[in-house]
């Protein structure tokens, strides 16, 4: 038995999944201020003490980190930048915070400059006296060596809440991508940390003792417990969900767009013949590229609960979410309330959202019913423009899956799949807007619930082999070995698989569920004088995506 919750940022999700069967499902309003309430009272709905002891695992899904990026309710965070020679620091540039100290370690991870430990402490000294409590340290090459970025850890850190190495993030080289990945890791962390905090309270209280996973963005999961390091891996884990719990609904075999509508915002994703779209290089939130493997997604800031404000005689929908639907106590109005006055959504106090529209139709001179049609109206058009943008984007590039680039593909869709709390009233106008035929899967209140439950854990792993050094590095676990001057591709790619498998294993995968893959291995001469003195081979190995073991795509949840 596996239990699926999704929390997001206006509702909390819960599904009870036996042999591939749903048994039972809830949804509560998230209390953003005590999750432990949100997460006891959706539970109290589906386990009790004869069916928790049947438990195998806990499966979560967040939206949290995602709606903090997206809101701009983040942390704020210092980044020290070592950047050696080539582009100038303001091609580095993430924020107001940023640092550039001296210092360089080449492409082969030799130190050709030291750290200045007088910067360093000037840099200590400012975080100090702006109150900055975070920082990001990022060296353009510590995925070859990291020993700057812990020796500027170890003076710039002294007596902040945290700090974030550049080279845990990722083994790839992407310079600014890893700056972007290390600062937005920083950003969340005192969010996700809150949060986990909060899920182990939970498990705790309900007597819950079965392993606990996290959703990440490539739709896989990772313990609990080691995602507090790695936050940024669970950005987009909400819009990841879905995606998952799509693929567990239905048997699309055609090009698809799939909306998880929320409270908060709505994520776009695109399936090319029926198989999700992958972020080839990482995906990308707010405009920040990162080096987090993910599934091709996009969340806008527009949902249900969008706050709807009036600007000299005009009305704006979002970004911004401020409390619950008018309808429901919040103090604005919103799309929600717009669907109650125009009697498309039955939730709810309908006096209430007539009169948070009042004014609204006030200023537009129109009936209350009339406003909430041009509210509706607006919110639908904000979303399948966000929509239509995302697909020229992805055409205008090479179309990569979670399987493989598909060459020259042009996507095309004419499904729509629509999921989340205002599915039902949105979808069929929303297919009439993106010429797609509109469907709503089955449990698509709960998708996203479902699709954390049956994702499998994955991860990925780059091996740097280095023959004139004789040294093997995983960067991204802190790892490095001798090796012989005869080591080979075949090598690395043998260390590469024993080395990801034993890290899954300690992740929580299930022995059938490693299905290890080969995604890079490239192999480069390294000449001095005219001579072959060695090589350097880079190998990067993948669990795929996908769902667990013996589940086959809509499968019995929909019996």
């Not at 929320?262 to 990308?284: K, R």
């Not at 009169?355 to 209350?368: K, T």
């Not at 590469?496 to 498998?501: D, H, M, Y």
Request: aromatic fraction near 6%; charge should be negative.
């Amino acid at each position: 038995m596996i239990l699926g919750i999704d929390v997001g940022g206006t509702h909390t999700d819960a599904v009870l999944i036996d042999r591939f069967s749903v048994l039972n499902k809830a949804k509560v309003l998230t209390d953003e201020q005590n999750l432990l309430n949100s997460l006891l009272a959706v539970t109290n709905e589906l386990i009790d003490a004869s069916n928790v002891r049947r438990l195998e695992r806990v499966v979560l899904s967040t939206t949290i980190s995602t709606n903090a990026i997206v809101q701009n309710k983040v942390d704020r965070v210092g980044m020290v930048v070592v950047s050696g020679p080539g582009l100038p620091p303001c091609h580095y540039d993430v924020n107001q915070d940023t640092y550039f100290l001296s210092g360089y370690i080449n492409h082969r991870g030799i130190e050709i400059a030291r750290i200045d430990r007088k910067e360093a402490l000037q840099i200590r000294n400012r975080f100090r006296s702006e109150g900055i409590n975070h920082a990001g340290i990022v060296g353009k090459f510590s995925t070859r060596n990291p020993r700057q970025e812990f020796e500027l850890a170890d003076i710039v850190g002294e007596q902040l809440h945290h700090v974030s190495l550049g080279h845990r993030m990722s083994g790839h080289l992407n310079f600014p991508r890893r700056i972007a990945t290390t600062y937005l890791n920083e950003s969340i962390w005192h969010i996700h940390q809150r949060f986990v905090e909060e899920v182990l309270h939970f498990v705790h209280a309900r007597g819950i003792d079965v392993p606990i996973y996290i959703l990440k963005a490539d739709g896989g999961t990772f313990e609990i417990s080691q995602s507090v390091e790695f936050p940024v891996e669970t950005i987009l884990s909400g819009p990841a969900a879905s995606i998952m719990g799509i693929m567990a609904t239905t048997a699309c075999a055609s090009d698809a767009i799939a909306l998880d509508i929320g409270g908060t915002t709505t994520d776009i994703a695109v399936f090319a013949d029926g198989v999700p779209l992958f972020e080839a290089f990482g995906v990308t939130i707010e405009g920040n590229k990162t080096l987090i493997r993910g599934l091709k997604t996009r969340s806008v800031g527009i949902g249900g609960d969008s706050a709807v404000r009036l600007h000299n005689g005009k009305f704006s929908i979002g970004p911004q979410r401020e409390g619950p639907a008018a309808a429901f106590g919040g103090p604005f109005p919103t799309p929600t309330d717009a669907m109650i006055v125009l009697g498309i959504s039955s939730i709810g106090n309908p006096a209430k959202a007539a009169d948070s529209l009042r004014p609204i139709a006030e200023a537009l001179h129109c009936p209350v019913v009339e406003a909430a049609g041009k509210i509706f109206e607006e919110t639908c058009l904000i979303i399948a423009d966000h929509v239509r943008n995302f697909v020229e984007e992805i055409n205008e590039q090479p179309v990569y899956t979670i399987h493989e680039m598909l060459e020259g593909k042009k996507l095309t869709p004419r499904l729509l799949y629509v999921v989340g709390g205002p599915a039902g009233p949105l979808a069929p106008e929303l297919g009439k807007l993106l010429a797609c035929e509109p469907h709503i899967p089955v449990h698509a209140e709960i998708s996203n619930a479902i699709g954390a439950a049956l994702a499998r854990t994955t991860a990925e792993m780059t091996i740097l082999a280095d023959t004139e050094q004789r040294i093997l590095t995983i960067a991204e676990e802190g790892y490095q070995t001798a090796i012989p001057s005869g080591f080979t591709m075949q090598d690395v790619i043998r260390t590469g698989r024993e080395k990801l498998r034993e890290k899954v294993l300690r992740m929580g995968a299930a022995e059938n569920d490693l299905e290890i893959e080969v995604v890079e291995a490239q192999e480069f001469s390294m000449v001095r004088q005219y001579a072959t003195t060695g090589k350097n081979m880079r190998v990067k190995v993948q669990i795929k995506p996908g769902c667990i073991a013996d589940f086959k795509l809509g499968d019995a949840l929909c019996r």
